[in-house]
């Protein structure tokens, strides 16, 4: 089973729809959880910290489920720069180390005009 | 700005020709990480040194090494780069937490190694 994964896509959707992501973890003990958005050959930034309550920033909504180990992005009211990679991130490495981040490998979203 | 610096953006090295990449933080972070991303694919995590201790992970190859001279500067060497190490390479920065608690990241722009 892989350690964060994610259906990659690609999502098309139309600007102003509302589109959910979801992504599982397999580590049990991972306590950190983030939301990263990743364009075209740049760097990853983040967008957000997933807490265990859940959190809003804005159009973006992030909620995080331990029983059974999934976090789901929301984003309302699509816009056209809202296409990117979104890559969802749980801390713990495949080699063991709890410092390290391990990436799922993206859900792919394209905002439609 | 506080950011994430990483020198060269872009790398080109020759078959088996040692190459070094670098990074520098005005952030203050104590922990430095190094990933390796290829196509279409995610940020894989090489190692990362919290204060000036070394992590390594286990399906690093020895072909790849790291320094950390002070807290600022973290480096990247490949000793003999293959035609499969061409990648992205990306470094990163964070607040050390504690226990399982880990900090968010932040990245610098990467450097794009091409291997002749």
């Known amino acids: 089973r892989k350690e964060v994964e994610q259906d990659p896509g690609p999502f098309n959707v139309p600007e102003g729809a509302t589109v959910a992501f979801n992504c599982t973890y397999s580590?049990?003990?991972?306590?950190?959880f983030f939301w990263y958005r990743q364009d075209c050959r740049k760097e990853p930034k983040l967008l957000m910290s997933v807490y265990s309550s859940g959190n809003e920033d804005g159009r973006f909504t992030a909620q995080l489920n331990r029983a059974s180990q999934y976090i789901s992005l929301l984003i309302r009211d699509s816009k056209l720069s809202d296409s990117a990679t979104y890559l969802c991130?749980?801390?713990?490495?495949?080699?063991?180390?709890?410092?390290?981040?391990?990436f799922g490998k993206g859900t792919h979203l394209i905002i439609q005009p | 700005d506080a950011m994430v610096i990483q020198n060269p953006r872009y790398q080109v090295t020759q078959f088996g020709k040692p190459v070094t990449l670098s990074c520098s933080q005005t952030l203050n972070h104590n922990v430095m990480y190094w990933y390796q991303q290829k196509s279409s694919q995610a940020p894989k995590l090489l190692f990362h040194y919290y204060d000036k201790d070394f992590n390594n992970e286990a399906d690093t190859p020895d072909n790849f090494q790291s320094r950390r001279p002070n807290t600022s500067f973290c480096f990247l060497d490949i000793r003999s780069p293959g035609l499969g190490d061409a990648a992205m390479y990306l470094c990163?920065?964070?607040?050390?937490?504690?226990?399982?608690?880990?900090?968010?990241?932040?990245f610098g722009p990467g450097t794009r190694l091409t291997v002749t």
């Open positions: 580590n049990s003990a991972s306590q950190s």
């Open positions: 991130v749980v801390n713990g490495s495949p080699g063991g180390g709890a410092d390290g981040l391990t």
């Open positions: 990163a920065t964070s607040r050390g937490g504690t226990g399982l608690i880990l900090r968010e990241q932040y």
